[in-house]
């Protein structure tokens, strides 16, 4: 019998008797003490309840986090939860007001949710706080989400922002697809969900308040009244991913600004993990979001954005991005991604988007009425660049590049946003086109740091599905990949080695699949015109890199090619 089994057979009576024996291990008094000089900790009554306060002593801004710990139902705040409170308040210069709300089984959801109204009134109304940002971990999440709603429903001043950290938002598990995704579902964190659990959660959580979702499921509730920025952060090993990822659906749907940051393999509450580069990265992202800054990490995101206004700038006859370059004149970015300046790597790099651009203009050309499909499009605005007012376009990203992407840019008229890993390939579901009229895929730079064999997995998806798509992608010679690498150990502050490399492409790719066919093999630097300000070293390595095949662009047709093909907005061929 396997693991997830053996939990699933426990009933709801053994779960309680287990989640009282592990609360008796918790002792919030032994860590929730003063001692920290960074800190000023302050218990005060509140109505029925107590509040921990914790206050830093440096850059203190004044605003105000009602943070709402996540209790598992019965639980009092755990040691690795409370020291994430305390770095949340170092890091952002807020205060922090801990509420030690009720839990079961001495009291249910409603009791709970009444001691936080009180909690935020007071803070409101006797404190007289006005910048208040409400968050919540967990179910202490859902109850952060109902109280929102809550606060709206009484006319009560609401939060200026909501920050929902692995949320769960559905304590009665009304939606029998999200109940099948749990009850397979299994990370090895202790985490997992059955019968027992429900009837458990049901006897001592939601008590008399079945089917009021305003208390239990507030995921089920009318959102458009919510506060105008949710933050959510999650993991794909998250056994409550999936809601997390609806949640953030209906909240964009509400037309709310969310900001949904989802982290590959990391698992329910993994921000709590210092031992985890995604705990730093993702505490980093809140941190910036919460506070309105960018230094922290949004730059990072960014960074491309200043990337290709320099270009526009230095190397306008090479490439230009007027979107970019609108953007920089009111807005500076302080990220740098190299440790010093390398000029020929700025050239080959805008090179290589012009290259880009060259190619996709020239499909577009030959099939107007075609789909585009830009996969790992990051901040990258092409669709702006390129359209002809036809075109069908889906740029393709992570959940946080995207709500990075949603600060900078909108989708215009035609052009869609896919919110998906390029790994998941579920995303091939989501287009909707007539191949007919021709279909491109487009990746720029995702392919370099694979493996050959993992690229022609990941293409040969793409040809099942789609048979004589297109798709065009750069790749170096090994000698390239070599010198790529060589530079990017020394000089790259987020070195990742390069592993694709593709030395003679018209030879080298039938052997992937014989249906393949390349369309084009070109240099990135083949419609560039060196220009005489350059200095002579860069002229030579332009050269040296063609004679290595060092950066390259190659076009391939998957397949018999079934297209529609025009010539002066007039059908000439099927």
């Not at 949710?230 to 969310?258: M, P, Q, W």
Request: hydrophobic share 35%; charged share 30%; net charge neutral.
């Amino acid at each position: 019998m396997s693991k997830l089994a053996k939990l699933q057979k426990k009933s709801a009576e053994q779960i309680f008797r287990e989640e009282m024996k592990r609360r008796e291990s918790i002792n919030p008094d032994s860590y929730i003490v003063e001692g920290d000089p960074d800190i000023t900790l302050k218990k005060e009554d509140v109505g029925d309840g107590k509040c921990c306060f914790v206050m830093p002593e440096m850059n203190n801004t004044g605003k105000y986090i009602l943070y709402i710990y996540d209790c598992d139902y019965c639980m009092p705040i755990t040691k690795d939860e409370y020291s994430f409170v305390l770095h949340l308040a170092k890091e952002t210069g807020m205060n922090l007001c801990i509420p030690m709300y009720p839990i079961a089984p001495e009291a249910g959801c409603r009791k709970a949710l009444k001691m936080l109204a009180a909690v935020y009134e007071n803070l409101v109304h006797k404190k007289h706080i006005t910048d208040i940002i409400l968050a919540g971990s967990g179910v202490g999440a859902g109850l952060a989400l109902s109280l929102a709603l809550h606060l709206w429903e009484e006319g009560i001043t609401l939060p200026d922002k909501l920050l929902l950290l692995s949320p769960e938002v559905d304590s009665e598990f009304f939606d029998k697809t999200f109940e099948e995704i749990l009850l397979n579902s299994y990370y090895d964190d202790g985490i997992y969900f059955s019968e027992g659990y429900k009837e458990f959660v049901n006897k001592y959580w939601v008590q008399e308040y079945a089917g009021q979702t305003e208390y239990t499921s507030p995921i089920y509730e009318d959102l458009r009244e919510l506060c105008d920025n949710v933050i959510i952060i999650s993991g794909t090993d998250d056994i409550f991913n999936c809601y997390a990822r609806e949640l953030a659906r209906k909240i964009e749907n509400a037309g709310l600004h969310v900001s949904y940051f989802e982290f590959p393999r990391m698992h329910h509450k993994f921000y709590h993990d210092n031992k985890l580069d995604e705990t730093l990265h993702a505490r980093m992202i809140m941190a910036d979001l919460i506070s309105d800054t960018r230094h922290r990490i949004i730059d990072q995101y960014m960074y491309e954005i200043k990337e290709r206004g320099e270009w526009s700038k230095k190397y306008s006859e090479i490439f230009k991005d007027n979107l970019a370059t609108k953007y920089l004149v009111n807005n500076s970015i302080s990220y740098t991604k190299y440790k010093k300046e390398n000029e020929f790597i700025d050239i080959t790099k805008a090179a290589t988007m012009r290259a880009f651009d060259d190619e996709v203009s020239k499909f577009i050309l030959q099939y107007p009425m075609s789909t585009i499909v830009y996969l790992g499009c990051s901040l990258d605005t092409m669709f702006k660049r390129l359209d002809n007012g036809r075109v069908n376009w889906y740029n393709l990203d992570t959940p946080g590049k995207i709500s990075i992407r949603k600060k900078y840019d909108k989708d215009s008229e035609r052009e869609h946003t896919i919110v998906k890993s390029v790994d998941d390939m579920k995303w091939l579901d989501d287009i909707e086109c007539d191949i007919g009229f021709g279909l491109l895929f487009v990746c720029r730079d995702i392919f370099l740091y694979r493996t050959s064999k993992e690229v022609v997995r990941f293409i040969e998806k793409i040809y099942n599905r789609y048979p004589g798509a297109q798709i065009v992608f750069n790749a170096p010679s090994y000698g390239g990949m070599v010198r790529k690498n060589m530079y990017s150990r020394k000089n790259d502050v987020d070195y990742k080695k390069y592993r694709l490399h593709v030395n003679d492409p018209r030879k080298d790719i039938p052997l992937w699949n014989v249906a393949y066919e390349v369309v084009t093999e070109k240099s990135v630097f083949s419609n560039i015109k060196v220009s005489k300000k350059w200095k002579n070293s860069i002229r030579i390595r332009i050269l040296y890199n063609n004679h290595i095949r060092g950066d390259r662009l190659i076009r391939l047709r998957l397949g018999e090619e079934r297209y529609r093909l025009y010539r002066d907005g007039h059908l000439i061929k099927v």
